[in-house]
């Protein structure tokens, strides 16, 4: 099982981006990264998802290295509601079973 | 909101009692897979139902089963109870289309357990 690796913790000042790094380095190629964050005892909220490339969506961008080693998630204008612990996962081929991790508690800063 | 639904949001039960918590699915979605969450840990994964079978499982003892249903919904059934069971239990259903492309699932808010 493939597993990720991710700072304890981080903070940011509100307005600025977020960067909030993950290493996968037994990533398998056909295993994809999925980005969730949990606020204070809520469900995880999905956030984005990649293989290869670089993604894109409403709420962050996804940056994964060409070797799919590591990845970055990044939130582009921090508010203090982004402030949760964020997940790096990467999921197991032909199950939805993610390995999570403890993840990144990110705290937005005023 | 996710539109998947969970019951009941916060019990308290007894060890050696045994428990069973609901979850709705998101419309159209036809797998359903369950998370255990201790306070300060990541979501661990109990198992998945794929229309109506279990077709994985975490390392989980057999005292926790679940099923799902025709309209999709799901249960999760612990027996036994014991006070490391306490932890937030999480449901999340998806489409599932293939094992080569990037399904998402998508978590309800939970249902908090507490054995005394």
């Known amino acids: 099982d493939a597993k990720t690796t991710q700072p304890p913790s981080m903070d940011c000042a509100e307005g600025r981006a977020a960067n909030l790094p993950c290493n996968h380095s037994t990533i398998s190629g056909n295993e994809y990264v999925y980005w969730y964050r949990q606020i204070h005892s809520q469900g995880p909220q999905y956030i984005i998802h990649g293989l290869k490339n670089n993604e894109t969506n409403e709420m962050a961008s996804l940056i994964i290295t060409e070797d799919r080693k590591s990845s970055t998630l990044i939130l582009p204008h921090a508010t203090l509601r982004d402030t949760a612990v964020y997940y790096c996962?990467?999921?197991?081929?032909?199950?939805?079973?993610?390995?999570f991790g403890t993840g990144t508690r990110l705290k937005v800063l005023a | 909101e996710t539109g998947v639904t969970q019951s009941p949001t916060h019990l308290i039960k007894t060890r050696g009692q045994q428990v069973t918590l609901r979850c709705s699915s998101q419309s159209g979605h036809n797998t359903v897979s369950w998370y255990q969450q201790a306070l300060g840990q990541g979501p661990q994964f109990i198992f998945q139902y794929y229309r109506e079978e279990e077709n994985g499982r975490g390392n989980f003892p057999p005292r926790f089963s679940g099923l799902q249903f025709p309209n999709y919904s799901s249960e999760l059934n612990v027996n036994a109870l014991e006070l490391d069971d306490s932890a937030l239990y999480l449901c999340?259903?998806?489409?599932?289309?293939?094992?080569?492309?990037?399904?998402?699932?998508?978590f309800g808010e939970g249902s908090w357990l507490t054995v005394v």
């Open positions: 999340a259903s998806s489409l599932f289309r293939g094992t080569s492309s990037g399904n998402t699932i998508y």
């Open positions: 996962i990467v999921r197991i081929p032909g199950t939805y079973k993610y390995i």
